[in-house]
């Protein structure tokens, strides 16, 4: 079964900074847009944001704009989602997925992490 690995979730203070994680040792990850989702307890999942392939293509949900960062490293087969001055609204299950670009900014993946848990203590 394809999937991929998140890492770096926490607690941390409201206007704190965590960056997560995704890889995976189960196929190259540059050609695949790569996308973080997350999920609050009693909602839905919402698209956070995502990268092309070559990295040179960003989206970000509103909520998220001008304070997460996503990045990757096609050398490390890693993509990264650098959060600074997090809100308690932003604490949720983060997951990354593998997905073509309308996918991922349509909401969508096509290959899944099991998540990691952001929690944001106001």
């Known amino acids: 079964q394809v999937q991929l690995v998140e890492s770096g979730g926490g607690l941390v203070q409201s206007g704190g900074s965590l960056r997560l994680s995704c890889t995976t040792s189960?196929?190259?990850?540059?050609?695949?847009?790569i996308g973080w989702f997350r999920q609050a307890p009693g909602k839905e999942r919402e698209g956070v944001s995502c990268?092309?392939?070559?990295?040179?293509?960003?989206y970000y949900a509103d909520s998220v704009k001008g304070r997460f960062t996503i990045s990757r490293d096609n050398a490390k087969n890693t993509v990264y989602l650098q959060m600074n001055n997090l809100k308690p609204e932003d604490a949720a299950v983060y997951y990354c997925?593998?997905?073509?670009?309308?996918?991922?900014?349509?909401?969508?993946?096509?290959?899944w992490g099991q998540g990691t848990q952001v929690a944001v203590a106001s």
């Open positions: 990268i092309y392939n070559s990295g040179d293509r960003t």
């Open positions: 189960q196929f190259v990850l540059d050609y695949w847009t």
């Open positions: 997925a593998a997905a073509s670009w309308s996918s991922c900014t349509g909401g969508r993946g096509d290959y």
